[in-house]
Nanobody
Framework: VQLVESGGGLVQAGGSLRLSCAASGFTFDGYTIGWFRQAPGKEREGVSCISSSDGSLYYADSVKGRFTISSDNAKNTVYLQMNNLKPEDTANYYC?????????????????WGQGTRVTVSS
């Protein structure tokens, strides 16, 4: 089982990035895929998640209206479109998979984690 994130980089405030999370070794059926982030010196924060079963979405308040999560089950890939980025969005972003299919952003529910991709937003 492997999750691989990509798409991170350096962007100016107000800019956009699209992160990808490609899964291998399992299919998304029944899983919830979540995005989390961790900034230096801060605790990990749940950003968004999507249910592969019914497409239900959930966003943290801090990103609501700016980030959009989507999935392509045929490609076993989940995306996080990030618009109107702010310096406080700077963090390592991780995708994770919850085999229980719960629409929650509690990190302890997630079985599998990627290695992360770095997002830096300059002011």
């Amino acid at each position: 089982v492997q999750l691989v994130e990509s798409g991170g980089g350096l962007v100016q405030a107000g800019g956009s990035l699209r992160l990808s999370c490609a899964a291998s070794g399992f299919t998304f059926d029944g899983y919830t895929i979540g995005w989390f982030r961790q900034a230096p010196g801060k605790e990990r924060e749940g950003v968004s998640c999507i249910s592969s079963s019914d497409g239900s979405l959930y966003y943290a308040d801090s990103v609501k209206g700016r980030f959009t999560i989507s999935s392509d089950n045929a490609k076993n890939t989940v995306y996080l479109q990030m618009n109107n980025l702010k310096p406080e969005d700077t963090a390592n972003y991780y995708c994770a998979a919850d085999s229980g299919g719960r629409l929650r952003l509690n990190g302890w529910l997630y079985n599998y984690w990627g290695q992360g991709t770095r997002v830096t937003v300059s002011s």
